[in-house]
């Protein structure tokens, strides 16, 4: 999860840095004094804080030895989902802020958005597998209790 939401912030920084004194014609101003372009630069920030505070959290919660050998799944899980997909989020976010020119392979923003689209489908908790996973525990069900369509 670390490497994903590093690549998040690499991101972020990069698009950053690359609009902060881009200018476009007509304009007189550079690109980063645009509205939407310093709303996006805050979702970013947003993002990554979030995302790196609860990584923090669950981490910090799994130091006692006790708490590893019975580790709190509930947390774990919801923890990996919500990083990877806010890491989803925050590079998308960078493709629109650079625009045309994120998808050039000249630059790291096209590899960073095909690795962290990547991560988002790691199981053992990704997608709908970690989600079903999170909603059986939310519900006391046993993780590995079939579907009642099954």
């Known amino acids: 999860?670390?490497?994903?939401?590093?690549?998040?912030?690499?991101a972020r920084d990069w698009a950053i840095n690359w609009t902060r004194d881009r200018m476009q014609?007509?304009?007189d101003r550079p690109a980063s004094h645009y509205p939407g372009n310093q709303f996006l630069a805050a979702e970013m920030e947003?993002?990554?804080?979030?995302?790196?505070?609860?990584?923090?959290?669950?981490?910090?919660?799994?130091?006692?030895?006790?708490?590893?050998?019975a580790?709190?799944?509930?947390?774990?899980?919801?923890c990996h989902h919500f990083v990877m997909e806010t890491a989803v989020s925050v590079v998308d976010k960078a493709m629109r802020l650079v625009g045309g020119a994120a998808l050039f392979r000249s630059?790291?923003?096209e590899q960073m958005y095909?690795?962290?689209?990547?991560?988002?489908?790691?199981?053992?908790?990704?997608?709908?597998?970690?989600l079903g996973w999170l909603g059986k525990l939310a519900f006391g069900i046993p993780h590995n209790a079939l579907p009642r369509w099954v």
Do not use: Y
Request: without cysteine; glycine residues 8%.
């Open 107 to 109: 630059g790291p923003l």
């Open 46 to 69: 947003i993002g990554v804080r979030a995302a790196r505070a609860m990584l923090l959290q669950t981490a910090s919660s799994l130091i006692d030895f006790k708490t590893r050998t």
């Open 25 to 27: 014609v007509p304009f």
């Open 114 to 130: 095909r690795d962290v689209r990547a991560a988002i489908v790691h199981q053992p908790f990704a997608g709908h597998d970690g």
């Open 71 to 78: 580790p709190p799944m509930m947390d774990i899980i919801a």
């Open 1 to 10: 999860m670390r490497v994903t939401l590093g690549l998040a912030e690499a």
